[in-house]
Antibody, heavy 120, light 107 residues
Framework: QVTLRESGPALVKPTQTLTLTCTFSGFSLSTSGMCVSWIRQPPGKALEWLALIDWDDDKYYSTSLKTRLTISKDTSKNQVVLTMTNMDPVDTATYYC????????????WGQGTLVTVSS | SSELTQDPAVSVALGQTVRITCQGDSLRSYYASWYQQKPGQAPVLVIY???NRPSGIPDRFSGSSSGNTASLTITGAQAEDEADYYCNSRDSSGNHPFGGGTKLTVL
């Protein structure tokens, strides 16, 4: 049974750095073809893909946010960590992690999401 | 360009067929995947690849693609299909952008 769970602060101040952790079970990120992405959704708005890390430790970032994002993994702990620097109120959103386990990179399993509010 | 474009809103009469489309240059090279999202819930994968449904997704959901356009078709829409639908695809740079979403209303 595949599960993913996001964790991190619910509230951050402007200019601070956000660190989110995705803890997963039911698969290994060392298995060939496996990837985990971070996706966010501001209240009432569309989904936005942020970053991906694959089994081979290759990393990909949203072009518009790449200067602020870092994604990493700890295979032994079954965790993927996303950091986002210089947080702004427009970054207020629900942040999801999702597994991509197929050839087509579809997001086949999602966490329930964690709401992060940026406010002073 | 890695942008994916969707109509913001579509409506369908109960039991009728509706097509939700997604346009983007990347779709000429890569398949789209489709996600259903109901209020307060995480998205759920409904279609991926050429026309594949994950286990548990009703067969009234189907997908197709032609040129730069991918389509999600619901044949015999049910009240429970009312939701937001998002397409996604990868591009040649390794980005995985989502479309802007389509709000489906079942009348």
């Amino acid at each position: 049974q595949v599960t993913l769970r996001e964790s991190g602060p619910a509230l951050v101040k402007p200019t601070q750095t956000l660190t989110l952790t995705c803890t997963f079970s039911g698969f290994s990120l060392s298995t060939s073809g496996m990837c985990v992405s971070w996706i966010r959704q501001p209240p009432g708005k569309a989904l936005e893909w942020l970053a991906l890390i694959d089994w081979d430790d290759d990393k990909y970032y949203s072009t518009s946010l790449k200067t602020r994002l870092t994604i990493s993994k700890d295979t032994s702990k079954n965790q993927v960590v996303l950091t986002m620097t210089n947080m702004d109120p427009v970054d207020t959103a629900t942040y999801y992690c999702a597994r991509q386990g197929g050839d087509g990179y579809e997001f086949d399993y999602w966490g329930q999401g964690t709401l992060v509010t940026v406010s002073s | 360009s890695s942008e994916l474009t969707q109509d913001p809103a579509v409506s369908v009469a109960l039991g009728q067929t509706v097509r939700i489309t997604c346009q983007g240059d990347s779709l000429r090279s890569y398949y789209a995947s489709w996600y259903q999202q109901k209020p307060g819930q995480a998205p759920v994968l409904v279609i991926y690849g050429k026309n594949n449904r994950p286990s548990g997704i009703p067969d009234r959901f189907s997908g197709s693609s032609s040129g730069n356009t991918a389509s999600l078709t619901i044949t015999g829409a049910q009240a429970e299909d009312e939701a937001d639908y998002y397409c996604n695809s990868r591009d040649s740079s390794g980005n995985h952008p989502f479309g802007g979403g389509t709000k489906l209303t079942v009348l």
